[in-house]
């Protein structure tokens, strides 16, 4: 029972399952529940349902707060007479702390709130006072959002956008039953051939946002396939794939042109190897060619855009043969990706070969083995020598035959075939 500022005593009807108020002219009204009705519904008046509520308390906003005892739950009722479930959940007793529905209690008979709105429980059988902060001050958690895992589709070999469907992000949160998602684009929406970022963001009723992000790739693979090692690959060696391009159409376009290769895979029967992205940059300020990978593998060559004799390095990746080895007659291998560009116009003579160096040879760190970026006897800036460019040339000394090299001085391995290639001016 309590007495509010305004002489209105609410009480709680226990055996009645009800809310109570008694005016100071002794009019009785029952504010929620039903009589004789047990139960946890939340709602609005005689639709909400209680089971032995024990005790209740007024905020000075006219909230009324109810030890709903034998649903171990603390209920809620607004100056409306809309009744809800704000700790515990019923028929579940426990001694857990926590937000909202997540909350336990056993057999709470006491309830009282004070001027900030923080709420305190008697929670009998658990012998212990609880105390529970106001909604809006508790919720300070941000939504869990979750975004669908990325997304590739393949255009038709072509360089327009198409329209790409996803699964739209799912977020939870401990308040809101339906925290607000919104991306910066949109399921079905047009994209690009060429690898775009979706950005994702779910808040919830109090403002608080979290953000998760996923890839939407549309590809336009091209592939060459050639024929790989006659004889078996020794264990704990590694196979050193490496691609080059040697661009025409440059001479009238002005300024750089950027070519980047992404969505590249190597297979065979044998294995199926992921190819991190590489970029070339083709610059006019350039004097010499060279490369360098970052963490993650990834290669960006510089390279002058005129005067450059033979080709360019373009992308690599270091194979570690487990200790079984390789068997021969591995047939056929593909090297395949999606070729971009900054500028229409250009056309690429594209090609991949692989080399094997034998297990002392450490091509682990893609950034100490010293690639040569260019064919030219004089255009590397660091490798004066006439080495083809993806020649490794800190381990080269380790080159054996296999794959598609004789060892010797054949340091990349023969050339697969040519294809040419007229990458998407999609960036
Ligand atoms: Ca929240």
């Not at 980047?260 to 004097?287: C, E, G, M, R």
């Amino acid at each position: 029972m309590e007495v509010e500022s305004a002489g209105n005593v609410y009480v709680a009807d226990s055996y009645n399952y009800t809310i109570r108020k008694v005016t100071p002219t002794e009019e009785v009204t029952t504010l929620a529940g039903s009589a004789g009705q047990i139960g946890s519904a939340d709602g609005r008046r005689s639709s909400a349902r209680f089971y032995y509520p024990a005790d209740l308390a007024v905020d000075s906003a006219g909230n009324v707060y109810v030890a709903d005892q034998a649903n171990s739950t603390i209920r809620k009722m607004t100056p409306a007479g809309l009744v809800t479930t704000l700790a515990g959940s019923a028929g579940q007793s426990g001694s857990a702390d926590g937000v909202g529905s997540a909350a336990r209690f056993n057999l709470p008979g006491g309830v009282a709130v004070d001027s900030a709105g923080n709420v305190y429980v008697a929670d009998i059988y658990n012998h212990r006072i609880t105390k529970g902060t106001p909604e809006a001050a508790a919720d300070t958690t941000p939504p869990v959002i979750t975004c669908p895992a990325p997304v590739l589709v393949s255009n038709d070999g072509q360089c327009h956008a198409v329209a790409v469907p996803f699964e739209n992000p799912t977020a939870t949160d401990n308040f809101d039953q339906n925290p607000t998602v919104s991306c910066n684009h949109h399921s079905g929406d047009s994209f690009p051939v060429g690898r775009t970022v979706v950005n994702c963001t779910a808040t919830d009723a109090h403002g608080n946002s979290s953000t998760c992000s996923f890839t939407v790739t549309v590809s336009n693979d091209k592939s060459i396939t050639s024929d790989f090692n006659g004889t078996p690959i020794p264990g704990n060696s590694t196979v050193w794939f490496n691609a080059v391009i040697k661009a025409s159409g440059l001479g009238a376009i002005n300024g750089p042109v950027t070519v980047n290769i992404i969505n590249q895979k190597i297979t065979s029967s044998n294995f199926s190897l992921p190819v991190p992205d590489a970029t070339v940059i083709f610059d006019p300020n350039a004097t010499c060619a060279k490369t360098a990978c970052d963490g993650s593998g990834k290669w960006t060559t510089v390279a002058p855009k005129s005067g450059l004799a033979g080709n360019t390095f373009l992308s690599g990746l270091a194979y570690k043969v487990s200790a079984a080895g390789l068997p021969g007659g591995i047939k056929p291998v593909t090297w395949s990706g999606t070729f971009l560009t900054d500028t229409a116009g250009i056309t690429l003579q594209w090609k991949w070969a692989a080399a094997v160096y034998n297990s002392s040879a450490d091509l682990s760190s893609c950034s100490a083995i010293g690639v040569k970026a260019a064919d030219d006897t004089k255009g590397d800036c660091t490798y004066k020598n006439s080495d083809a460019a993806g020649t490794p040339e800190n381990v080269k000394s380790g080159v054996i035959a296999g794959a598609r090299g004789g060892g010797g001085s054949n340091y990349t391995g023969s050339h697969s075939g040519t294809q040419t290639v007229a990458p998407c001016a999609t960036f």
